[in-house]
């Protein structure tokens, strides 16, 4: 079955710069190591439930575009910011049929893995849903060795007291991907709308946290931007926190450009690697 959310995938140029970044944030950004199948490296930031932020560079492009991160690299040259996100699962081969049944398309369970900076090697497998791993839909992922090797538990710092509550996802055909949604976790959603109504879309509640797929109904905002520039996927990721007040205390005092929320504050997207973050109360 699927386990909920996995991991969050964020683009960038210069992974060590990257990880500065998100130290300079107050989160313990530690090396994850090298995909050398992939031509790409990471940099992973533990979260409080077990989910975890990557952070993704490409050390060799031409090498990314022949693998399932050609869609990626695509984004990057766009520019640095989110890419997918990830579901967990604790029998891949068994909830890829459920998904096929339910009229969505899912690739085979294909293994990958990565050699950690202490040698150890971590494997897991994967399965794309509508061939990508940045579009619409999440991907979906089963350790084969043990979760802690992948993502250790995190240490004192910021992701320790941040859990993973909400996402939203951009698409361009809101009614077929609410469709798609619906098929894949089996639940009603709930229309949504923000303050502006310049944006739309509908949210879906699970026991581990809410997706919400959300499309612009006009032009002249950042989803919109965001939507012609980089495509469909991952657009904003919430985390929650004991105290929304004295994390923006803390962060306030680092210097990080903030953006006043009514339940929370959204972290500059330039101040994270053009991902847009959002903190409110656990």
């Not at 130290?23 to 050398?36: N, S, V």
């Not at 803390?250 to 990080?256: F, L, V, W």
């Amino acid at each position: 079955m699927l386990t909920g959310f996995d991991h969050f995938i964020i683009f960038v140029n210069d992974l060590d710069a990257a990880m500065q970044t998100f130290r300079r944030l107050g989160f313990d950004a530690r090396a994850g190591g090298e995909h050398p199948a992939f031509g790409s490296h990471n940099a992973l930031i533990a979260l409080a439930d077990g989910a975890y932020i990557e952070l993704v560079a490409f050390k060799n492009p031409a090498l990314a575009e022949t693998t399932f991160w050609r869609a990626g690299v695509d984004k990057l040259r766009v520019g640095a910011g989110f890419g997918g996100y990830v579901l967990g699962s604790d029998n891949l081969a068994n909830d890829v049929a459920q998904i096929r049944a339910r009229g969505i398309s899912a690739t085979d369970p294909n293994p990958g893995s990565r050699a950690r900076p202490d040698g150890q090697r971590v494997e897991w497998r994967t399965s794309l849903l509508n061939d990508s791993p940045v579009g619409a839909l999440p991907f979906l992922i089963e350790d084969i060795t043990p979760r802690e090797l992948r993502i250790e538990k995190p240490r004192e710092d910021f992701g320790a007291r941040a859990r993973a509550k909400e996402i939203v996802s951009i698409v361009k055909n809101l009614a077929a991907t609410r469709e798609q949604f619906r098929a894949l976790f089996d639940v009603e959603s709930k229309h949504v709308q923000n303050q502006d109504a310049d944006v739309e879309g509908y949210r879906f509640e699970t026991h581990w946290g809410s997706i919400v797929v959300a499309h612009p109904t006009r032009g002249g905002n950042t989803m919109t931007e965001q939507l012609n520039a980089r495509g469909e996927g991952l657009f904003a990721l919430t985390l929650g926190v004991e105290s929304w007040g004295w994390e923006r205390q803390q962060i306030k005092a680092r210097g990080i450009k903030i953006e006043n929320e009514a339940n929370g504050f959204l972290i500059a997207p330039e101040e994270a690697c053009g991902a847009r973050i959002r903190i409110v109360q656990k």
